[in-house]
C-alpha cells in the first residue's frame, strides 16, 4: 500500500527508483537481498515491505516474525556489509498505549501483539546492524493500493450493512500519499534516526468512520473494544509526537481531515442513491 505510492512521489522528485515486489525480492532470503544490492548498489534502501495481518498475525507468529524481524535483518545485515543507508517503516503498535499522552521517539516500547512485537524485532535489528538509518513509526495507514479501514466503511455503507466502530482507540489517520511526501522531505535531510510520521491531529476509529461517511445516509454505532473481541489486542491510545520530525524537515503534518477529503476526492466517492 505504501511502496506503490512512494515510488511515483520520490521519482516525481529526480530519485531513481527500484520498486521489488515480492517475486523479485524475498527479504527472507539472505542470499538473494544480498546479491541483489550487490548489483544495484542503491544510494539508500527503504524498506516498506511487511506481514501486517493483525489479528491474524496471533495465529502464526512464526511468519509475522520470520517477514517483520528475520527479513529485516537481512537487509540490515547486508546494508552493513555494503555500507548502505536504511529507512524502515514501523508502526505505532510498539508501545501499548498506556499513557495517555502522545508517544516521543525516545519512549519505551511494549508492544502488546504478535505484530508489535514482530516489527519491534526490526526495529531493533536496524538499530543492531546500522548507524546510518532512518526508522520511521507512522499509524492507521489508508491509500489507494490494498485494503484499509476507509475502503472497508465505504464498502459497508455502500452495501446498506450496519456500521459499527470502535470509540475508544485514539491515534491518528494517516494517508500513504501524504506519509509519502513526508519520507521524501526526510530522505532529503539525511540526518538519521527514529521518527514519528503521521498526519496531523488525533481521533478516534468512530470519529473517523464518521469523516469517511460525511454527508452520506448512513449510521454509525460507536462501541466499546470489549464490544468487538480481537485476538490481536490494539492501544487504546498510541498517538504519536511528531515534534522531531516537524524540526527536521521544517514543515508541520497535513491535518487528518484534509488528507482524507484529498483521498476521498482521488477515489470519487459517490453516495449511493
Known amino acids: 500500500m505504501l511502496g506503490k505510492v512512494l515510488v511515483p512521489c520520490l521519482e516525481e522528485r529526480g530519485h531513481k527508483i527500484k520498486g521489488l515486489p515480492r517475486e523479485e525480492l524475498d527479504v527472507t532470503n539472505y542470499p538473494q537481498v544480498l546479491d541483489l544490492l550487490t548489483y544495484a548498489k542503491p544510494d539508500l534502501v527503504i ?33 552493513n556489509k555494503l555500507e548502505l543507508p536504511m529507512l524502515y517503516v514501523s508502526t505505532d503498535y510498539v508501545f501499548d498505549g498506556e499513557q495517555n499522552r502522545p508517544y516521543t521517539p525516545w519512549d519505551a516500547t511494549r508492544p502488546l501483539s504478535v505484530y508489535g512485537k514482530s516489527k ?20 492507521w495507514l489508508y491509500g489507494p493500493h490494498g485494503r484499509n479501514f476507509v475502503n472497508t466503511i465505504l464498502d459497508m455503507a455502500a452495501n446498506r450493512k450496519p456500521v459499527r466502530v470502535v470509540s475508544d482507540q485514539w491515534g491518528t489517520p494517516t ?38 461517511l460525511n454527508g452520506w445516509n448512513a449510521r454509525i454505532e460507536p462501541i466499546a473494544t470489549s464490544d468487538l473481541p480481537r485476538p490481536a ?6 498517538v504519536l ?6 524540526h527536521t524537515i521544517g514543515r508541520e503534518m497535513i491535518p487528518w481531515e484534509e488528507s482524507l477529503r484529498g483521498y476521498l476526492e482521488l477515489i470519487s466517492v459517490r453516495q449511493p442513491a
Request: glycine share 6%; hydrophobic share 40%; proline share 2%.
Open 175 to 212: 494517508c500513504t500519499l501524504s506519509l509519502s511526501e513526508t519520507l521524501a522531505d526526510l530522505i532529503a535531510t539525511e540526518r538519521w534516526g527514529v521518527y514519528h510520521a503521521t498526519d496531523g491531529g488525533v481521533t478516534n476509529w468512530h470519529e473517523f468512520a464518521q469523516a469517511i
Open 241 to 246: 509526537d511528531k515534534t522531531t520530525l516537524i
Open 233 to 238: 489486542t490494539r492501544p487504546k491510545y498510541s
Open 120 to 139: 519491534l524485532a526490526g526495529e531493533k535489528a536496524v538499530q543492531r546492524h546500522l548507524t546510518r538509518f532512518y526508522i520511521v513509526r507512522t499509524s
Open 47 to 79: 524498506h516498506a515491505a511487511a506481514y501486517t495481518r493483525v489479528d491474524q498475525a496471533e495465529s502464526e507468529p512464526d511468519l509475522a516474525y520470520l517477514i517483520n524481524g528475520y527479513g529485516t535483518e537481512n537487509i540490515a545485515i547486508a546494508c
